[in-house]
Every structure is written in structure tokens, then in C-alpha cells.
């Protein structure tokens, strides 16, 4: 109530968000009542929401029920912000929790005043600061009783342990928060130096991130440094022990990411729900695979023909037309060429180039109208099907990456 006070003295369009919990024998519907009567006053449109809790944490559901309401609002309204009233304590609170919880440095940074879409304009005021605005202005304002009551962690942290040690220091809360403010310049400039050094150690190829394991050496703390560079990945610091531990092929997983270990390397690659691809060619042209990726067919005088690596060369006369590229499957086999007319297996062959684990989803097998592998497109084509040399048209297969 004092934050809505205190926006409507500026040159603003307000919109007032309100959840009503369904809780505390029908109080909290009262409280829903209060702000609508308030709004109605003094001409504020308000939306009001309920949230039904069923089963699970319900200080976590709400917050992100509440949460999930702002920004669809937000976005429905076409509103600049969203503000929230937490204040100083709100913050130390948060601040002790995390640490109770063996949270890493960013955890222990509390929250921002200043975090768009989010606008928290009373996190440097204490509570007693904020109580005495609403006496000073007569903001009327209720009281939520559950806040009293020790079934909470948070609720223990304020009206327990907080308020015996601000008998010993009464400034305890901005001694806290001058704590979180100290972390928090600590961590900007940590995240500044690594952003200095990240490209030393992280590339991008083709849609893969690499990253190079040997900053495991260079650093004394090599492991913290690897977990900062890694954590907008999804990667946890115990998988950062376990990368650090482990062999070549070793695969760890994200939920965006599928990691594998090779050759002091670090491979990352983005997860696609349907990577598997069953792609029917008609005849020669360019097909798309994915958004970054596409098959080129060409038929080309064989006298033209400069190999590059990226391709493999095919008989026109004997492939047949349609063609098929399907990702390639555990029991394919096929004619490497070069390999005096043996057999081997795609997945044989792929084990003995050293490809890592990571990037034989994105390897794809030709097939011929016949029922053949007739190539594996990149890679190699099959011995049955390479252009005799009296032909004058072949067949190149080549792929685009963007």
C-alpha cells in the first residue's frame, strides 16, 4: 500500500495486480475486498486473480502463479514495469536463507532494485521506515497474520533470529544489506573478468560449443572458473567435479544441453526434440534439414569435379532416384570406399574417424532407391556406387552449414 502511495505522486499509468490466496479463513479475501475498494477511490484499474493450492510447497506455487500473472499482464496492458514492494529485510531474508542453503556467490547477491521488466523501488528501506511513512501519510493498509506465525523458514529467519540480534545491533538490517551490497560489487566484477578471458577458452563451431579443459591447469581455482563459464548452460558445480574427474566419451546432460567429454575438450551441443530426420529426394536440388543446415545434390560433368572435403561423389547411373537421408541407426552398414569392397558398420566407422559422441546424432546415411547405403553425406560414399571412370555425369552430395 505505501508503494502504491508513493507511484501515485508521479506522472504514471497504474495498473493494480491483486492475488487473492483463498487462504487464512477467508482474510484473504477480505484483503482482496480492501484494495478494490481502494482502487475504486481513486480510479485505479485493477485485476484480480485467485490461487487455488492443491498439494506440493505453496510459498513457491504462489510466487510463481503470481508471478506468471505479472508478466502476462504486462504484456497484455503493453506496460513498461512491473513494481513489487520487497524492501530491505525481504532482501537480508532471502540473503540468510541462501546461505543457509550452501548457495554459491550470485545466490548470496539478493535481489536487484533495478532488474527489468522488475522495478523494486523500497529495497533500501527497512521495515520500520516503511511503517512510519504510512503513520506520517495515513496510507491505510492491513496486516497479514500469517507473517507472524513460525511455519516458514522465512517466517523463523524474521521473527526469530532477526529480531533477537537487532537487541544486540539495532542497525542489523542495513549491516546486511551492506554485506549483500559488498557480494553483489564482488560478483559484477568477477563476472567482468571472466567475460575478459571467456573467449580464450570457449569457441563455437557449427552449432557446437567447445570448451577447452585446460583452464583446469592454468588456474588455481580452475574448477570455480569452469563452473561460471559453463553455469548458463545449466551445468552444476557437481558436474564440474565429475568433467574434471573423468575420461574421454564421458556425457553429462543439461536440460538444454548434451555435453560430452573428448580429447581435453568440452563438447556442448544444443538438444532438439526430433532430431531424427527421414527426408524423401525426389531428384537433385537443395534440401533443408534443420535452420542451420542443408543438403546439397547436384548433377556435375565429371571432368569438373574438384573433391572438396565436405563431399562425396556418386555414380548418376547407378543411384536411383529417390533418393532417402535418414539420421543413421545402430545395425546400418554399408561399403566404405577405399576399403577394397569390405563392409563395416556406420557405427564401426564412425568409432574409428573418433567422432565424438555428441555429433554422431547430426551424421545421416544416403540410401538409394535400392534399399542401400549409398554414402554417408560429409564423410564417405559406398564403394558400389562410385562413378566408373568413363562417366561423363555424377552426382555430388555435399552439405551447407550456416
Known amino acids: 500500500m505505501v508503494l502504491l502511495h508513493l507511484l501515485q505522486q508521479i506522472d504514471c499509468t497504474l495498473i493494480v495486480y491483486h492475488v487473492d490466496h483463498l487462504s487464512r479463513n477467508g482474510q484473504s479475501t477480505q484483503d482482496k475486498h480492501f484494495v478494490n475498494q481502494y482502487c475504486s477511490q481513486h480510479n485505479i484499474d485493477i485485476h484480480c486473480n485467485q490461487f487455488q493450492h492443491e498439494s506440493g510447497n505453496f510459498q513457491s506455487d504462489s510466487r510463481a502463479f503470481r508471478y506468471e500473472g505479472l508478466d502476462h499482464l504486462l504484456k497484455e496492458t503493453q506496460s513498461d514495469f512491473i513494481t513489487t514492494a520487497h524492501h530491505m529485510g525481504d532482501n537480508n531474508e532471502t540473503f540468510l536463507i541462501n546461505a543457509m542453503r550452501g548457495s554459491g556467490l550470485k545466490g548470496l547477491t ?17 521495515r520500520k521506515e516503511i511503517e512510519n511513512y504510512a503513520l506520517e501519510y495515513q496510507v491505510p493498509y492491513v496486516k497479514d ?12 529467519i524474521r521473527n526469530e533470529f532477526l529480531s533477537r540480534v537487532e537487541k544486540l545491533n539495532p542497525n542489523i538490517d542495513k549491516r546486511i544489506n551492506h554485506t549483500i551490497e559488498k557480494i553483489r560489487s564482488d560478483y559484477n566484477l568477477l563476472e567482468e573478468l571472466i567475460d575478459k578471458i571467456k573467449d580464450k577458452y570457449i569457441s563455437a563451431n557449427q552449432g557446437m560449443i567447445i570448451v577447452d579443459m585446460d583452464i583446469l591447469e592454468h588456474y588455481r581455482e580452475g574448477k570455480t572458473l569452469l563452473y561460471h563459464l559453463l553455469s548458463q548452460y545449466g551445468v552444476n558445480i557437481h558436474q564440474i567435479d565429475d568433467m574434471a574427474a573423468s575420461g574421454v566419451g564421458t556425457s553429462f546432460d543439461t536440460l538444454d544441453y548434451a555435453i560430452n567429454l573428448d580429447r581435453g575438450k568440452l563438447l556442448l551441443k544444443q538438444k532438439v526434440d526430433d532430431y531424427h530426420i527421414e527426408l524423401d529426394i525426389p531428384n537433385e536440388g537443395t534440401f533443408m534439414i534443420h535452420q542451420d543446415l542443408q543438403l546439397s545434390i547436384k548433377i556435375c560433368d565429371s571432368t569438373q569435379i574438384h573433391k572438396e572435403d565436405n563431399e562425396i561423389i556418386l555414380s548418376l547411373a547407378k543411384v536411383t532416384f529417390p533418393l532417402k537421408l535418414r539420421t543413421w541407426m545402430p545395425g546400418d552398414r554399408f561399403y566404405p570406399s577405399g576399403m577394397n569392397g569390405n563392409s563395416k558398420k556406420v557405427s564401426k566407422y564412425l568409432k574409428d574417424l573418433k567422432i565424438p559422441n555428441i555429433e554422431k546424432s547430426g551424421i545421416f546415411v544416403l540410401i538409394s532407391d535400392d534399399g542401400n547405403i549409398c554414402g554417408i553425406p560429409g564423410y564417405r560414399s559406398d564403394h ?5 571412370n568413363e562417366e ?4 555430388v552430395i555435399q552439405w551447407i552449414k550456416e
Request: net charge positive; no cysteine; hydrophobic share 40%.
Open 110 to 126: 539478493g535481489m536487484k532494485a533495478v532488474d527489468p521488466p522488475l522495478v523494486r523501488p523500497l529495497l533500501y528501506f527497512n
Open 145 to 156: 497474520v500469517s507473517n507472524e506465525l513460525n511455519l516458514y523458514v522465512r517466517n523463523i
Open 384 to 388: 558400389r556406387y562410385l562413378p566408373d
Open 392 to 395: 561423363q555425369k555424377v552426382l
